[in-house]
RNA sequence: UCACUCUAAGC
């Protein structure tokens, strides 16, 4: 049974999601690691919702969960988007009193962050009695999202006062943060540490220091680190597009557009965005429909519902209504 | 044998 439940994580983490069923079928019992395998294998490559049947199918089973079960079953509800399932599941969870666990309480925060509800993921965080960095980067990272003002910014602030070394994502939080802020004497703070902890050749690091840069309005700043970086992929130049483009300097973003191509990088549905927005801005609204047209056929976007809304919403307020109209009646999703 | 956090886009 441990060769087959090491089976199953492994053709999860390899997205073979059927072979994965395959084998859990099959073992003579299933005990308490192939569920939690499940669990998390569903919550990682398919859907919340499905997680969540599996998690079902085991307390039907009589099989009890344990620390690992709790973290899969609340990064579940995180993915479908419930927040109703997901307070019950943090009810159910806290009478079993596994709630001072730190992977499990972190997932809560986390939960409650991605749902927006701040003052929930503050009520779980303020009851730890310790609390470990992803604590910390979890309830930043909401608060990053969902309510990036001066709380976050205290918050930030006090993270740092209270001694705790901050690692990649903390940086990455930090950035995004003082991104939508706007406040890039706070980002060049964060952009010292990111050197003195010599992390700057990441990738991450690099977008989202060029994400920061680039909110801010600092091109100069932004480019400077985009030319440092070794390795650049699309989400590098989409960031520094969307800031060329949030200046109106729409003659640069298309040039950096040819550029990308050039060096193999595909353009996906959000630079497309980018392009579009930039155009629209400036009357250049043909050429930015000659390029997303050409570039639709060369590289078939893969899109979500939410890049579609996004460059609908573009090309009809730019008075596109027809290509938007084309473009709903292609979508391979269902409109809403 | 399993489990927690992170980057780009319009409104």
Sequence with gaps: IHIGNTLIDMYFKCGLIIAAEVVFDKLPVQDLISFNVLIAGYAEQ?????????????????????????VSVIKACTKSGDAKKGKEVHAYISKS???????????LIDMYGKFGLLAEAEHVFDKLPVRSLVSWNVLVAGYAEHDPGDEAVILFEQMQQESICPDAVTCVCGLKLFGTVATRVKGQEIHIKI???????????????????????????????????????????????????????SETVLIFLDKMISEGIKPNLVTMTCVLNACSDEGLLCLGQIYFDALSIDFPFVPTLEH??????????AGLVERAAQLIGEMPINPD
């Design 97 to 107: 009193g596994l709630d001072q666990d730190l992977p499990i309480a972190n997932s």
């Design 195 to 249: 050197v003195q902890l010599g992390m700057e050749e990441e990738l991450l690091i690099g977008n989202s220091l060029i994400n920061m840069y680039a909110k801010c309005g600092w091109l100069a700043e932004a480019q400077e680190v985009f030319d440092k970086l070794v390795t650049r992929d699309v989400v590098s130049w989409s960031a520094l597009m969307a800031g060329y483009a949030q200046l109106g300097e």
């Design 46 to 70: 398919c859907s919340g919702e499905e997680a969540l049947m599996c998690f079902q199918q085991m307390q039907h089973n009589g099989c009890a969960l344990n620390l690992a079960t709790s």
């Design 308 to 317: 579609f809304t996004c460059i609908i919403d573009l090309l009809s307020r």
